[in-house]
């Protein structure tokens, strides 16, 4: 069994909100932040980690990224400003 996690990615300048899952996630932030994935997050320059959870279960980080997905964006923001008030990059802790 592994980890898995449910995040949530922003631009420079935090004005688009991308939420997603990954088993891996370290590699999943270089991925994004070479530009190695294609579509919204490519197209909306989506780079800088500011939340996420980690969960030994797969059907659990399933169901936390729906419920988080189905959210509005303010609580989304809620969420991340919880955890991480300065939205600073949390990919350099990892």
Avoid: C
């Avoid at 449910?6 to 932030?29: A, D, E, F, Q, S």
């Avoid at 530009?35 to 169901?63: C, M, N, P, Q």
């Amino acid at each position: 069994m592994g980890s898995f996690y449910v995040y949530i990615m922003t631009n420079k300048r935090n004005t688009v909100l991308y939420t997603g899952i990954r088993n891996h996630l370290i590699k999943r932030m270089w991925e994004h932040r070479e530009s190695r994935t294609h579509g919204f997050t490519e197209r909306y320059r989506i780079k800088k980690l500011v939340y996420y959870e980690i969960f030994e279960d797969s059907i659990a980080a399933i169901t936390r990224e729906k419920q988080i997905k189905a959210g509005s964006r303010e609580k989304k923001i809620q969420l991340i400003v919880s955890a991480n008030p300065t939205w600073r990059d949390l990919y350099e802790n990892l």
